[in-house]
């Protein structure tokens, strides 16, 4: 049914509309950036261009700027176009159904701990959109487009944020995380965009550099708590579990035509590349979900709603493969707050009774579903073994088994029991029977005897 990957790709979809073939794109930036009440104080296009352009090995792919000229993507990540409002009075398109849906209310800061006076609550915080609604958006405004475009300021704790999300010193990282806090002052609205770029940041994609974006989310939260106050550290957390979570929903949620189930018959499929594109982002966001829990910053509720979510209704291989990504960067903590045992059979059934597919033209389905589905096996159980393994504490030796053995014929001892020294040969470990020695052949004990004369000797 799907092409080998190292083939030619050619979805059913009708072909997608992509940015730079819609001058609109362009324009509208334009128009917005006329039409915008900016005031004086804000810096120029070519300012915050050069200001927050990131480096070539970390430039998001999630604003759908491919294929621009170099200029023009830098103006377009730079200006915050990647940051779309959501016109929340339009009950028709679809992306405005993903932010009705919420399973997790958006928190205010009133709700949690007293916040720290430069931390001010801003109920007009804009909502967060997932990135792969902002792509389809870019490829298709007529079928997928989001209504208003919001101008985003640039920060100055976007630099460090870039340059921490990539850095594998943790010594590097904790400066980048106490330059992003000293950015202040925080509200809800900018916190939200700190919050957001976490997430961004992840759905660009596996990479090498995915395993530090987690540490630099616990490093900025403890840097919060430290310097600003538990509140403003709690309202990241609470802000970052929301903006995941939606980002979570809109990939892996079957419901949604924006998931990687959806993605070769929602139009347009697949937008700017290959559905190799979409699915490495997916994993990404699967797999900051459990380096999130082994980071502490997330309780393992979250993590087994986002693995429940997956296997409510699974049916592709690309979601076996998320689930195997949770499971294994979670860490053995997990089995301590998920059942994993009850997720492990049913898993096991689902791939059983399941004919399944590969949305990105992969071969060997089932093979390969059930070697993830070996290695999760493989994890829990070896997680169950080490908890019911008796720690070394509770062993406890049988008293008649060396009951011979007294512990006082040592070569250490020095005095016989009438007070004359003693020779080395008189406390020899093969003049007393213990059961060890009891156990050996008349030959091996004669070996162990002439090698203990030998000892004795030198």
């Not at 294929?67 to 103006?75: F, K, M, Q, R, V």
């Not at 209310?105 to 931390?119: D, I, L, M, V």
């Not at 900018?190 to 616990?218: D, K, N, Q, W, Y």
């Not at 689902?350 to 589905?373: E, F, I, T, W, Y």
Request: aromatic share 8%.
């Amino acid at each position: 049914m799907f092409s080998h990957p190292s083939a030619s790709y050619a979805p059913r979809a009708p072909r997608p509309a992509y940015p730079y073939q819609q001058p609109s794109s362009y324009d509208l930036m334009l128009a917005s950036q006329s039409a915008s009440t900016l005031s004086s104080s804000t810096p120029s296009l070519v300012a915050r261009s050069l200001a927050s352009t990131p480096s070539s090995s970390t430039f998001p792919e999630a604003d759908g700027v491919r294929n621009l000229p170099s200029d023009e993507s830098e103006i377009l990540y730079a200006t915050g176009l990647d940051h779309l409002d959501l016109n929340e009075e339009d009950t028709i398109r679809w992306s405005t159904r993903l932010q009705q849906d919420e399973i997790i209310p958006k928190t205010n800061a009133a709700q949690t701990n007293q916040p720290s006076p430069s931390f001010v609550p801003n109920p007009h915080a804009q909502p967060y959109i997932p990135t792969i609604v902002r792509r389809r958006a870019n490829a298709d405004p007529v079928s997928c487009g989001i209504d208003g475009v919001s101008w985003q300021p640039h920060r100055e704790w976007l630099r460090p944020f870039r340059a921490g999300s990539v850095t594998s010193y943790a010594g590097v990282r904790q400066a980048y995380a106490q330059d992003i806090v000293s950015a202040g002052p925080w509200d809800t609205a900018i916190m939200s965009e700190l919050a957001a770029r976490f997430v961004e940041r992840v759905a660009e994609g596996c990479s090498e550099t995915l395993a530090h974006v987690a540490p630099l989310a616990s490093e900025v939260h403890r840097c919060f708590r430290d310097g600003v106050g538990e509140g403003v550290a709690t309202s990241f957390i609470e802000l970052l579990k929301q903006h995941l979570l939606s980002e979570f929903r809109a990939w892996w949620l079957s419901a949604l035509p924006s998931s990687v189930v959806n993605i070769l018959s929602c139009s347009p499929s697949p937008p700017h590349a290959p559905p190799f594109r979409s699915v490495s982002s997916a994993i990404a966001v699967a797999t900051f979900v459990g380096d999130l829990f082994a980071e502490g910053l997330i309780k393992g509720s979250f993590v087994q709603l986002c693995m429940n979510m997956i296997i409510d209704k699974l049916s592709v291989l690309e979601e076996v493969e998320a689930l195997h990504a949770i499971v294994l960067h979670s860490g053995e903590r997990l089995y301590d707050r998920v059942p994993l045992s009850d997720f492990q059979a049913n898993l096991q059934l689902r791939c059983m009774n399941v004919p399944m597919m590969s949305v990105a033209g992969k071969m060997n389905v089932l093979h390969d579903a059930q070697c993830h589905v070996q290695a999760i096996t493989t994890l829990v159980e070896s997680w169950a073994a080490a908890r019911a393994t008796p720690a070394p504490s509770e062993f406890s030796e049988p008293s008649s088994e060396y009951s011979d053995y007294n512990p006082e014929h040592t070569i250490h001892r020095h005095t016989r029991d009438d007070g004359h020294p003693a020779s080395l040969e008189e406390f020899s470990p093969f003049r007393y029977t213990s059961a060890p020695d009891a156990a050996l052949s008349s030959k091996q004990q004669s070996s162990a005897e002439r090698r203990w004369a030998d000892i004795v000797k030198a």
